[in-house]
């Protein structure tokens, strides 16, 4: 049985940091209900479908049931208090306040329910002059500092992420604070509010080695210079790979791999202390040196020595890597109207209460009729509510 099965959860949220962790629930086996508006969120219509589904959506929302709801209407307003009433966790990613506006205060939810855990994301916390604004990642990128952790060394250009990393960041860190409540719930009976920002979550991400020029106020530090030794790609006669030698073992092996055992000795290299000071130079010898060989010959010299490293691998070559199929990293199944699908497997793997097998993201209003059934409304009822557009059904 998977460890969270007969959690129920009701997914509001929109694009990527909470649909995604509402994605690692279900994929641990809770009941994930995506309450979206009719016309569908965003994320359904960012890149072509296949079978209604477009990829990003489907690696997303995979697991979930769907019930699209005019939360306007009276009508879908009840329908979602009769969810909350049985529900144990509500997610959402609306602006800070707009729960309130609609109608679903904390205190109107918790009184209903005292054993909510009620999660609220959004983009800077709620309060400050950033916290109704609208956000994407990139605007966190920015703001937090990554975009210059990004900049290019030579001209000190700011440059993204390119991936969407503070959403996912905090999906992360919100499926483990609910983890968290839950099991606070388990000691005391009650729910509480979480409440995560995804500006709060990027920066905690990046504190410890590319803030580490903040760390301490007494000592003055070149916030570069801890980051150009995580800059480790290097190119050989025929691919580009990474090669990371930071405890002495390896950057003694390294040399030796090399070829040039004497820059063991090299006074600006002996010690770790002194490789992070001079980490630039060492970049570029290890740069000039690497590029003298092929990388099968180099990776094999340096396996011999201890030293880590790896092929930089492209999207394409991933798939096919040995080490990702030994792993079964990346699950491949055929699903009627997908034909095979991939998805990268939960990372954590339970040795008595295995994850459940993903299952498709849902089409818009599969879940409807069954989900409507199930909080005790008839099919008279549900025609009705599909009549007057409260909700909708999907269409095929």
């Known amino acids: 049985m998977?460890?969270?099965?007969?959690?129920?959860?009701?997914?509001?949220?929109?694009?990527?940091?909470?649909?995604?962790?509402?994605?690692?629930?279900?994929?641990?086996?809770?009941?994930?209900?995506?309450?979206?508006?009719?016309?569908?969120?965003?994320?359904?219509?960012?890149?072509?479908?296949?079978?209604?589904?477009?990829?990003?959506?489907?690696?997303?929302?995979?697991?979930?049931?769907?019930?699209?709801?005019?939360?306007?209407?009276?009508?879908?307003?009840?329908?979602?208090?009769?969810?909350?009433?049985?529900?144990d966790v509500l997610i959402q990613n609306f602006r800070p306040g707009a729960m309130d506006r609609m109608g679903f205060s904390e205190e109107a939810m918790m009184k209903l329910n005292e054993k909510l855990i009620y999660v609220s994301i959004s983009g800077f916390g709620d309060k400050g002059p950033y916290a109704q604004k609208r956000v994407y990642d990139p605007v966190i990128q920015a703001l937090s500092g990554a975009a210059d952790i990004q900049s290019i060394r030579e001209t000190g250009e700011p440059r993204m992420f390119r991936l969407i990393i503070a959403d996912k960041i905090t999906s992360v860190t919100t499926a483990q604070a609910i983890s968290t409540a839950l099991y606070a719930r388990e000691k005391n009976g009650k729910g509480q509010h979480i409440k995560i920002s995804m500006l709060d979550c990027l920066l905690s991400l990046f504190w410890p080695e590319a803030m580490s020029g903040l760390t301490y106020e007494q000592m003055d530090v070149d916030p570069n210079r801890s980051l150009a030794a995580m800059d480790?790609?290097?190119?050989?006669?025929?691919?580009?790979?990474?090669?990371?030698?930071?405890?002495?073992?390896?950057?003694?092996?390294?040399?030796?791999?090399?070829?040039?055992?004497?820059?063991?000795?090299?006074?600006?290299?002996?010690?770790?202390?002194?490789?992070?000071?001079?980490?630039?130079?060492?970049r570029d010898l290890m740069a000039e040196e690497i590029a003298k060989w092929s990388s099968e010959e180099l990776m094999a010299r340096m396996d011999a020595e201890g030293v880590p490293c790896a092929p930089a691998l492209t999207r394409d070559e991933l798939l096919d890597h040995e080490q990702i199929l030994a792993n079964d990293s990346i699950q491949r199944i055929t699903l009627e109207g997908f034909g095979e699908v991939r998805q990268a497997k939960p990372a954590a793997e339970f040795s008595g209460t295995p994850t459940a097998p993903f299952t498709p993201a849902p089409k818009l209003g599969e879940d409807t009729r069954d989900i409507l059934g199930e909080l005790g409304f008839t099919p008279d009822d549900i025609d009705d509510l599909l009549g007057r557009n409260v909700t909708l059904e999907v269409k095929e």
């Open 2 to 87: 998977p460890p969270l099965e007969g959690l129920k959860v009701i997914d509001l949220t929109t694009m990527v940091s909470g649909p995604v962790a509402g994605m690692m629930l279900a994929d641990q086996g809770a009941e994930v209900i995506k309450i979206e508006p009719l016309k569908g969120e965003t994320m359904r219509h960012v890149r072509p479908p296949l079978n209604g589904v477009n990829p990003m959506f489907f690696s997303c929302n995979r697991g979930k049931r769907s019930l699209p709801l005019d939360l306007k209407a009276q009508e879908g307003r009840d329908i979602l208090w009769k969810l909350i009433e049985q529900a």
């Open 232 to 282: 480790p790609i290097f190119k050989t006669r025929d691919r580009w790979i990474t090669a990371c030698a930071v405890a002495d073992v390896e950057w003694q092996g390294l040399c030796r791999a090399l070829g040039r055992p004497e820059l063991a000795e090299d006074d600006r290299f002996r010690t770790t202390l002194a490789r992070y000071e001079n980490a630039e130079e060492r």
